[in-house]
């Protein structure tokens, strides 16, 4: 059986990262592959419903972090591992590194109880390959002010997102064999070229 592959979508609100997810989707399922496609928090029907509370309920930090890898660690357990031992390749809107950067990054948690939590709900498991979607605060900002009603993250201040940012960019410098950076200021098929590269080559 062919060995499936695990590709997460990260970056901050804004940055357009959804927008490609149904590309890169459509791009493997052209190529005859079979892809789960997902996100977090939800993925799952426990998911969805941590998701509810995660995104528009306040709560402690540590609360919040925890709530975040109950629902990683069932989402691994209903979809994730069971896709990838199928052989399916798997398309996640976000994953742990999201909590690295929102949690730790923009809400200060300690990164040290992120590494504890990560090596206890998925020590031997992270995504062949993790595509950051990366642009300036400010174009993040106008994008998020032209759509919906914004859940309590997408509420956050200006400085909150820089932390976010700064975080996501320190992960995909600590990880370069799995992190590809976006620009994602570009016109938007001029980044599908390259994602279409990207996935070409994994």
């Given at each position: 059986m062919a060995s499936g592959k695990f590709i997460t979508f990260e970056g901050i609100d804004g940055a357009?990262?959804?927008?490609?997810?149904?590309?890169?989707?459509?791009?493997l399922r052209d190529r005859g592959l079979?892809?789960?496609?997902?996100?977090?928090?939800?993925?799952?029907?426990?998911?969805?419903?941590?998701?509810?509370?995660?995104?528009?309920?306040?709560m402690h930090l540590e609360t919040e972090a925890l709530l975040m890898f109950a629902?990683?660690?069932?989402h691994l357990a209903q979809v994730i591992e069971p896709a990838l031992a199928r052989g399916d390749w798997v398309i996640s809107d976000r994953f742990t590194d999201a909590t690295f950067a929102y949690q730790g990054g923009g809400r200060k948690l300690a990164l040290d109880k992120l590494d504890r939590?990560?090596?206890?709900?998925?020590?031997?498991?992270?995504?062949?390959l993790t595509l950051l979607f990366d642009v300036p605060l400010e174009?993040?900002?106008?994008?998020?002010?032209?759509e919906r009603t914004l859940d309590k993250f997408e509420q956050e201040k200006a400085d909150f997102f820089a932390n976010t940012r700064a975080e996501y960019l320190r992960r995909?410098?600590?990880?370069?064999?799995?992190?590809?950076?976006?620009?994602?200021?570009?016109?938007?098929a001029v980044i599908q070229e390259d994602l279409r590269a990207i996935v070409a080559a994994l």
């Open positions: 357009g990262k959804s927008t490609h997810i149904p590309f890169v989707t459509q791009l079979t892809v789960v496609a997902t996100r977090e928090p939800g993925g799952t029907e426990l998911g969805e419903r941590l998701r509810e509370l995660v995104l528009h309920h306040k629902s990683r660690r069932e939590l990560e090596q206890w709900v998925h020590p031997h498991l992270q995504p062949d174009v993040a900002r106008a994008r998020l002010d032209a995909a410098a600590q990880f370069p064999h799995r992190f590809r950076l976006i620009d994602s200021t570009r016109p938007i």
